[in-house]
């Protein structure tokens, strides 16, 4: 008999704010966290919009002499995976620790620590670089300091697969879960790379919003007027466990992950491909690998970059998928609302699409007022809309074409 997986807690952290119930209320009131930036001086720059997570303070989650080993990217991660912990009730022990893993992604790591760092060097050479700047700063130290935090001693890595990374997080984990190398893992990712060289690199690329003067609308996934993507920041964290492991322990069961896929469109190191046939095909996989047909599928968090490229042709890759069934399905995008957390957003629209499974209801697409006639399928424009969901699909795309897509299923036991 196969092993099945599932989510029994929940750690979110974005510009909505610091815990799920935050994050939750606000995504299904259509509210924004977009906002002018304020962790720097963005005078000059293209962009100087973000959503940032704002009142965030590390020592509610980390020892005064731990905070200054950790970029805040880890210190998101640790956060969200104590108020996953906390949601799921998992108490790891001597005897199972070994078979309780960690998998955290991100797309850039400790930026804020690289930047600070060489500063210090070019300042005053050498010797003014911390001794903590390393463990502080590599993509992997999220994982490992939630393992330590927590006594996980099973299977640790993490994934830099850029915007997918924290998707292709959760889906390997559940296929750790399956072969039966972790009885649970700690799974998801973060982001905290508002940083003056990445919202620069960023504008370089011209992919950011520029929309200054109005940020609460300049996140605009499948709007005609759109302009640009809204980095934003957070962490999304759910702790995945295998059915029968939480069933012994009476736990909460929030959803179950039944397809994952993944693929690549070997096409552009940053546009997706002009068909749009690598979204098709890891959409495809994640609903061959759940056994259920595409009309199965109820809901899409769509990946939804606010791009001009993205919206576009992630839609005709879910019209090529789904068919006739596309223009029946209820989509949105949640980046409209967080902005886009990179390597974090994965592990974040996970969480979200978790509880849509959960609660039977889907969150909006905000600022969808004028629709891209090219973006013509239901993107729950405005207000967040109760319905029967029994399969949620999420979808993550990123730098590379690197692609991955979860298929979330209502618990029935």
């Not at 640009?228 to 012994?248: D, P, T, Y």
Request: one cysteine or more; hydrophobic letters at 40%.
């Amino acid at each position: 008999m196969s092993r099945r997986v599932v989510i029994t807690g929940i750690g979110l952290v974005s510009s909505l704010g610091i815990g799920t119930d935050a994050n939750w209320k606000a995504l299904v009131a259509g509210t924004s966290g977009v906002d002018r930036i304020s962790k720097f001086d963005a005078t000059g720059f293209s962009a100087q919009i973000a959503a940032e997570v704002r009142g965030f303070d590390p020592l509610h989650y980390i020892e005064k002499k731990d905070v200054k080993k950790m970029d805040v990217f880890i210190q998101y991660a640790i956060a969200a995976s104590q108020f996953a912990m906390d949601d799921s009730k998992l108490t790891i022990t001597a005897a199972n620790a070994p078979d309780v893993g960690v998998f955290i992604g991100s797309g850039i790591g400790g930026f804020q620590t690289i930047e600070r760092e060489h500063s210090a060097l070019l300042a005053g050479g050498p010797r003014k670089i911390s001794p903590f700047f390393i463990p502080s700063a590599i993509i992997n130290l999220a994982a490992g300091q939630v393992s330590i935090r927590f006594g996980a001693k099973g299977p640790n890595l993490a994934t830099c697969t850029a915007c997918s990374a924290s998707a292709h997080a959760v889906g390997e984990s559940c296929e750790i879960i399956k072969r039966g190398d972790a009885e649970a893992m700690i799974a998801g990712g973060s982001e905290a790379a508002i940083t003056p060289m990445s919202v620069g690199g960023f504008g370089a690329l011209r992919a950011l919003s520029t929309r200054n003067d109005d940020p609460r609308r300049a996140s605009r996934p499948f709007d005609t007027d759109r302009d640009g993507f809204i980095i934003g920041e957070g962490a999304g964290v759910l702790i995945l466990e295998e059915l029968e492991f939480a069933r012994r322990r009476g736990a909460k069961i929030y959803a179950e992950i039944v397809g994952y896929g993944m693929s690549a469109d070997a096409y552009h190191i940053t546009a997706p491909s002009e068909d749009g046939e690598g979204g098709v095909r890891v959409m495809k996989m994640a609903i061959r690998k759940a056994g259920i047909q595409p009309n199965q599928v109820d809901y899409i968090n769509a990946h939804g970059t606010s791009t001009p490229y993205n919206d576009r042709l992630e839609t005709l890759a879910i019209k090529k998928c789904f068919g006739d069934h596309a223009h029946t399905l209820a989509i949105s995008s949640t980046k409209s609302m967080t902005g886009h957390l990179l390597g974090g957003a994965g592990g974040l629209e996970a969480g979200i699409s978790a509880l849509a499974v959960h609660n039977q209801v889907a969150p909006p697409t905000i600022n969808l007022d004028h629709p891209d006639p090219e973006c013509d399928l239901d993107y729950i424009p405005h207000t967040g809309r109760a319905m029967p969901i029994q399969y949620a699909l999420s979808n993550s795309f990123g730098f590379g074409g690197t692609n991955a897509a979860l298929l979330f299923k209502k618990f029935d036991g």
